[in-house]
């Protein structure tokens, strides 16, 4: 279980972890320990925006921080994710073409202007 839940914070985030042994079993139970990554990650938040809060940082830095700090420490895999699909949904093609795009490591205009709507949107 040990090296499931390692496995799960190598693969879903940047947070340094002990390397794990990569074997099937680690591998079936690794989905299990998604909530813990992301309750890790919204901890570092919420500890981010205590120590911001404290040292009576203004607004705009708190939520810029607040907005960046689980795309760094997710390494980005979720944005990647969202900005893909956001090119996806809006390319209005086939399904085959819309699986193309999913699959295509360019970046597109729906892609930049989902992730910019995304930022605004936690920002505020």
């Known amino acids: ?13 940047r947070i340094p972890v ?3 042994k990569w074997n099937d079993e680690s591998m079936r139970w690794c989905i299990c320990f998604l909530p813990l990554v992301g ?12 120590l ?3 040292f009576s940082f203004g607004p705009v830095l708190r939520g810029a ?8 420490l ?8 969202f900005m893909d699909t956001c090119d996806a949904i809006h390319s209005y093609g086939s399904r085959e073409k819309r699986l193309e795009i999913l699959k295509d490591p360019h970046v597109g205009a729906f892609a930049v202007i989902g992730g910019i709507v995304y930022f605004v949107l936690d920002f505020g």
């Open 1 to 13: 279980m040990l090296d499931s839940m390692l496995m799960a914070f190598s693969l879903y985030s």
């Open 39 to 50: 309750l890790v990650i919204g901890a570092a938040q919420w500890a981010a925006f205590a």
């Open 74 to 81: 997710s390494g980005g895999i979720h944005m990647d994710g």
């Open 52 to 54: 911001l809060t404290h």
């Open 18 to 20: 002990p390397q794990a």
């Open 65 to 72: 921080v607040l907005a960046v700090l689980p795309i760094l």
